[in-house]
């Protein structure tokens, strides 16, 4: 098995997020200026932020179409009882609107656009909270119209602690976030006709995680641990049936940790998580190929063709001295 450690590290630096985006800070902070300065005199006060997202679990990665997707929930000081769930988003949206923003209500949040030079930019969710009396998670203020509106129960600081706990060791929680980090890159780059969840690989990755480490010079090992995350995630497909033209097809469900639970997948329909079947598969195989070749070239070669831009090192010069030695073993006797 080759060594592709170096080219795991710069795969990982160019696809990544950095920790705090300058740009995205600056906007996160003035939306949070701009609500708390004009946002109506009957709206309750805002109790606390949230920060949401792959921001909060260190698993964002540079967006192929540079929408960014920035998540910063508000908490408002008040239950249910006390407002509708439109009341209050349209009193966010409201407060939100400006010449270079165009915020509107969607069912689990309001999403501000960013604009420049006329065409959107990236946008920012932020959904609606409000305290809850068991003071177990929030009340989610859900739906866009009054005929949707409704409050769910939710628990976003439960499931951030959920993912972040994954380890104790710091080396395997970094692994983990890389390994998040390539297959949403992988996603993004495989599924454009419909969305596979983020929130969903990220989970399966959580629950699934095989860290390696220590193989080389106490290196950490990214393509082994990927192999063997993914061997476990493909397992988890269950047969459902047969489509009208008799293809198999299969399901994964992928529980949230925390209410209000459910399948994060459950959207998916059964001829979309059978194409991802299909594509974690190939993936998986295309790992064990570049695990068996014995040079980094080849190995990184195999690894481009999963993953777009992955470096791929010039032919060794070792290698091909060993090939040399090995085409010329004729005695010299």
Known sequence: ????????????????????????????????????????????????????????????????????????????????D??????LKEMVRDALDHSSRNPVVKNPCVTVHYRENGDDAYHVDMPVYVKRTDGIGYDLAWGKSASTECWKHSDPDGLIEHINDVSTDAAVRAQYRRIVKYLKFWKSKKFTSFNVPSIGLTLAVRNDFVPSLGIYDDKPNDLVAL???????????????????????????????????????EKMTDNQMTQLKTKLESLQNELDKA?????????????????????????????????RSMNNTGSSS
Not at 82 to 87: F, L, Q, R, S, T
């Open 1 to 80: 098995m080759a060594d592709v450690h170096k080219q795991f590290t710069e795969f990982h630096d160019k696809i990544k997020l950095s920790d705090e985006n300058e740009i995205l800070r600056e906007k996160r902070g003035k939306l949070k200026e701009n609500l708390e300065e004009k946002i109506s005199e009957d709206a309750p006060a805002i109790e606390r932020y949230l920060l949401q997202g792959s921001y909060a679990i260190y698993t964002g990665i540079n967006p192929p179409n540079h929408d960014y997707d920035i998540d910063v929930g508000v908490v408002f000081d008040c239950t249910r």
């Open 82 to 87: 006390d407002y509708k769930p439109m009341k």
């Open 227 to 265: 192999r063997d995350t993914l061997t476990k995630m493909v397992n988890r497909f269950s047969w459902v049936g047969l489509d009208e033209n008799n293809n198999h097809r299969y399901r994964w469900k992928v529980g949230l940790p925390v209410v209000p639970y459910g399948d994060v997948f």
């Open 291 to 323: 695990i068996a070749e014995e040079r980094s070239e080849k190995a990184c070669e195999i690894l481009s063709r999963q993953f777009d831009g992955f470096p791929i090192p010039p032919l060794q010069q070792t290698a091909r001295a060993t090939v």
